[in-house]
């Protein structure tokens, strides 16, 4: 019998010394020793200025680590520095420049805590996922090859110049933003993109049109995710993907300077266009009503890049992405009785209350409240029937600088079908009060039924109520993406299920969510109120807390 032993592999920490050598000397290092494809190189105050130092040669190294140098930190032009499981963390706060090719060993993580790190040189990932963390800036002025994934988990991932992650897949999660920059006119920025709760950007040259595409799917996961195109004043700015996908749960708000008022040739000026290869699944097209334009469900819209979602979407190939036309492609009004699948827009400016009255079973795609101008506008749907809304898609908007309760937009007595889909309740409300409370909310006393265990989604800015005391029987979860939901039944739950926040404040009171029921915390917060003003005398209980 023969014993083996090993030797354990040499892995140290190789501090750079005061001076610019080239990182293949040992009198760049306080060692001497030239750090190898196990050690991780530490810039630290031990350099008192700013330095641009040479690799001197190709390296490898498990890790790179600067930690309060006393001055920025790049690497010249020329060979290729290979990095390991250790991958880059940089916390000083000024930028860290990568003039070199730099490839990836593993998998591995790159995490910047402030200012930014821009790898100019390209990078080479050779199918291993990379992670980019930390609020600070990455900045990638050159191609990224080699396939594998990228994952953004903080701050914010720049493609600028000529940089293209196009063989990559990217996942962008919640808080953070991926922006395409340019100064070429076009290019694959990216594979598939995922946006996790996440933004998007795109923008624009004032000497030519700008095309930026994703070689793949554009899908839309959980949280409410922004994608935002912002042309040049002189031209126009477009993002093409081969298809969209939507998770339940995920709400995409695509907005942009005239976004699809202008078809994609010739180019409107000053305008933005989002395009899909495959056109996305719409509901409600091929209807029997007037206005059975089908809509991109938990989607909405805006034609300006800095606007909250002002109406619902469709896509047609010679615009691309647009919002639904409020003149021509909405009915006015519900009758009563109606069985065609419209897309209903309710309007008021006129500084009184309307209704519309449901007593009998009437069926229609989308429901919109628009409540605008003047104060005392609100809105009401009520009766005693059934208002079926096939898409399972709500928006109410108010687009006012504040609001009462005489601007409210309410679902009273009707019972909501949502005709087996998930339900997707969009609202902006401008309310008076702190924390965006009080004022005209979009509020629903209904029953809410028929959800095919697909759940509620609500997402918005301002505040929705569900309120009354007719029982909700939808079997799936109840998730917040953004905005103020308050929880306030009298004598039973709000929800039937699961309470799932994802960012947004969920404002209880006493006994909203069943006994049985998990609430779990993505982010955002909960508050246990007797009221919108009371800080206390509520009360609740569930099973489990999950945060």
């Not at 034609?303 to 979407?313: A, D, E, F, P």
């Given at each position: 019998m023969t014993a083996v032993f090993g030797?354990?592999?040499?892995?140290?920490?190789?501090?750079?010394?005061?001076?610019?050598?080239?990182?293949?000397?040992?009198?760049?290092?306080?060692?001497?020793?030239?750090?190898?494809?196990?050690?991780?190189?530490?810039?630290?105050?031990?350099?008192?200025?700013?330095?641009?130092v040479?690799?001197?040669?190709?390296?490898s190294w498990r890790g790179l680590d600067i930690v309060d140098p006393g001055g920025s930190v790049t690497f010249s032009t020329g060979s290729l520095l290979t990095l390991g499981s250790g991958g880059i963390s940089t916390?000083?706060?000024?930028?860290?420049?990568?003039?070199?090719?730099?490839?990836?060993?593993?998998?591995?993580?790159?995490?910047?805590?402030?200012?930014s790190l821009i790898p100019a040189g390209g990078v080479n990932t050779g199918g291993f996922a990379l992670t980019l963390d930390g609020a600070g800036t990455k900045q990638f002025k050159k191609d990224i090859t080699g396939g594998g994934s990228i994952l953004i988990k903080g701050g914010t991932t720049r493609f600028s110049s000529a940089s293209t992650a196009g063989v990559s897949a990217v996942t962008a999660n919640p808080g953070t933003t991926l922006a395409y920059d340019t100064s070429t006119g076009s290019g694959v920025r990216a594979g598939n993109v995922t946006l996790n709760g996440a933004t998007l950007t795109v923008g624009g040259l004032s000497s030519a049109d700008t095309i930026e595409s994703n070689s793949g799917v554009l899908s839309i996961g959980p949280g409410r995710s922004t994608v935002t195109i912002s042309p040049n004043a002189a031209k126009n700015s477009r993002l093409s993907s081969t298809a969209f996908a939507r998770q339940a749960g995920g709400i995409a708000l695509l907005r942009g300077t005239n976004l699809g008022t202008g078809?994609?040739?010739?180019?409107?000026?000053?305008?933005?266009?989002?395009?899909?290869?495959?056109?996305?699944?719409?509901?409600?097209?091929?209807?029997?009503g007037t206005t059975t334009l089908g809509i991109l469900v938990g989607a909405y819209?805006?034609?300006?890049?800095?606007?909250?979602?002002?109406?619902?979407?469709?896509?047609?190939?010679s615009h691309g992405i647009r919002l639904l036309d409020s003149s021509t492609e909405y009915l006015p009004s519900i009758a009563d009785g109606q069985t065609q699948h419209d897309n209903v827009l309710l309007t008021n400016s006129s500084g009184a209350l309307l209704t519309s009255?449901?007593?009998?079973?009437?069926?229609?795609?989308?429901?919109?409240f628009r409540v605008s101008t003047t104060a005392g506008s609100g809105l009401t749907v009520s009766g005693t029937g059934t208002l079926k809304v096939a898409s399972g898609v709500i928006l109410g908007h108010q687009s006012f600088a504040t609001s009462t309760a005489a601007d409210s937009m309410i679902l009273s007595g009707v019972t909501l079908d949502l005709n087996g889909?998930?339900?997707?309740?969009?609202?902006?409300?401008?309310?008076?009060?702190?924390?965006?409370?009080?004022?005209?909310?979009?509020a629903i006393e209904s029953k809410i039924t028929n959800d095919g265990g697909n759940g509620v989604t609500f997402c918005g800015s301002g505040l929705v109520k569900l309120f009354g005391t007719i029982p909700n029987d939808y079997t799936g979860?109840?998730?917040l993406l953004g905005g103020n939901l308050h929880l306030a039944k009298s004598g039973i739950p709000a929800i039937p299920g699961n309470l799932i926040i994802y960012n947004g404040s969920v404002i209880n009171a006493s006994n909203q969510v069943p006994d049985t029921a998990d609430i779990i915390i993505h982010g955002g917060n909960l508050a246990q109120k007797s009221s919108l003003n009371s800080g206390s005398g509520a009360s609740e209980t569930f099973r489990d807390l999950f945060m």
């Open positions: 030797c354990p592999v040499h892995a140290d920490t190789l501090v750079k010394a005061n001076n610019a050598d080239g990182l293949n000397l040992p009198s760049s290092w306080t060692t001497a020793v030239v750090p190898g494809s196990n050690d991780t190189v530490r810039w630290d105050s031990t350099v008192t200025a700013a330095r641009t040479s690799l001197g040669g190709n390296q916390s000083p706060n000024f930028a860290i420049t990568l003039n070199n090719a730099v490839a990836l060993g593993e998998a591995q993580t790159w995490k910047v805590a402030a200012n078809a994609l040739a010739p180019a409107l000026v000053n305008s933005s266009n989002i395009v899909f290869e495959t056109p996305p699944p719409l509901v409600g097209a091929g209807g029997e819209g805006d034609i300006s890049n800095g606007g909250n979602g002002t109406g619902l979407l469709t896509h047609t190939p009255t449901v007593n009998t079973s009437t069926a229609i795609n989308t429901l919109s889909r998930e339900g997707v309740i969009l609202f902006n409300t401008t309310n008076t009060g702190s924390g965006g409370l009080g004022g005209g909310p979009l979860p109840t998730t």
